[in-house]
């Protein structure tokens, strides 16, 4: 093999496409991510409507589709992640799923309003999934245990989260499924839902009301999903763990809160349709190479 070809595959298996199909990102956020991923090793493409405004007409619809094709099936990266959550990608998710992704072999991070496809893209085996960083919302602002266990996952090495918690349940081989549980709810029932058949179910939230994460607990129940799962982790929670806490301990479903991630300052990267060991009493997590 020449030096140069040895580079250009260097060159691609290190470079990140930054893509918006959600809402606009904070333009400083996004320069200052730019750059701190550069300087991490990292080529970075952006995609043509990166920085446009997003609202609710078929023109912004028509953006966040093209970003969402242009990081897919035009990009050279092998790491795809979007600027940032928001909203706006539930929108076009009938247009998505015209998309080949059989034959796509990349690396995808995301969390928040991206949890509206994280499900289906994890069913492609295909594809390595993880709920976890987006370029402005967590690489703005460097934090030394986002980035170890974000080029752990990029690698595609083994590594083990542990969290302080409290836990409950026999240790589990499973297949991780979930997000935020927000968009994760507006999914039951779609063709984007996820097969939770025995899977380990993930969530986690931010800027809602007590009584409106416990509804959708509730709902969540009501539905059936909660008897098929093998499991339940919580992440961040912004309004702490009572209201999962109090939930849950009437149920036998084993259970665990305290993950670092989503959307608190540690957002550690889960691999979502992968087999992982989970511990809910010790409170850690174990992803192995792949």
Not at 76 to 85: A, D, E, F
Not at 105 to 113: N, V
Not at 161 to 168: P, S
């Amino acid at each position: 093999m020449s030096l140069q070809r040895a580079k250009e595959i260097l060159t691609r298996e290190n470079s990140i496409a930054i893509f918006s199909p959600s809402s606009k990102p904070d333009t400083e956020d996004l320069k200052k991510a730019i750059t701190n991923l550069s300087n991490l090793g990292f080529r970075i493409e952006t995609s043509p409507y990166l920085e446009d405004e997003r609202d609710f007409t078929e023109d912004s619809d028509y953006k966040r589709l093209m970003d969402f094709h242009w990081a897919f099936l035009e990009s050279n990266s092998t790491i795809l992640m979007p600027s940032r959550g928001g909203y706006g990608l539930s929108r076009i998710l009938d247009k998505i799923s015209f998309l080949n992704f059989y034959q796509i072999q990349k690396t995808i991070f995301g969390y928040s309003d991206f949890t509206f496809v994280l499900n289906y893209l994890a069913t492609f085996q295909n594809l390595r999934v993880f709920h976890g960083p987006m370029a402005a919302k967590n690489f703005s602002i460097l934090v030394e245990k986002n980035i170890d266990y974000f080029m752990k996952a990029v690698n595609g090495k083994s590594f083990e989260i542990q969290w302080e918690g409290e836990g409950w349940g026999e240790d589990k081989d499973v297949i991780i499924f979930g997000g935020n549980l927000t968009c994760f709810v507006h999914l039951v029932g779609t063709s984007y839902f996820p097969p939770l058949e025995n899977a380990l179910l993930f969530i986690e939230e931010i800027n809602e009301d007590e009584y409106r994460v416990d509804r959708m607990l509730h709902y969540l129940k009501h539905t059936g999903i909660l008897s098929k799962v093998a499991g339940v982790v919580v992440g961040y929670s912004d309004i702490g763990y009572d209201v999962y806490l109090r939930f849950f301990r009437r149920y036998t479903i084993p259970f665990s809160v305290g993950v670092p991630a989503g959307h608190g300052e540690l957002n550690l990267p889960i691999p979502f349709g992968r087999m992982v060991k989970v511990s809910f009493n010790a409170c850690k997590l174990e992803v192995r190479e792949f």
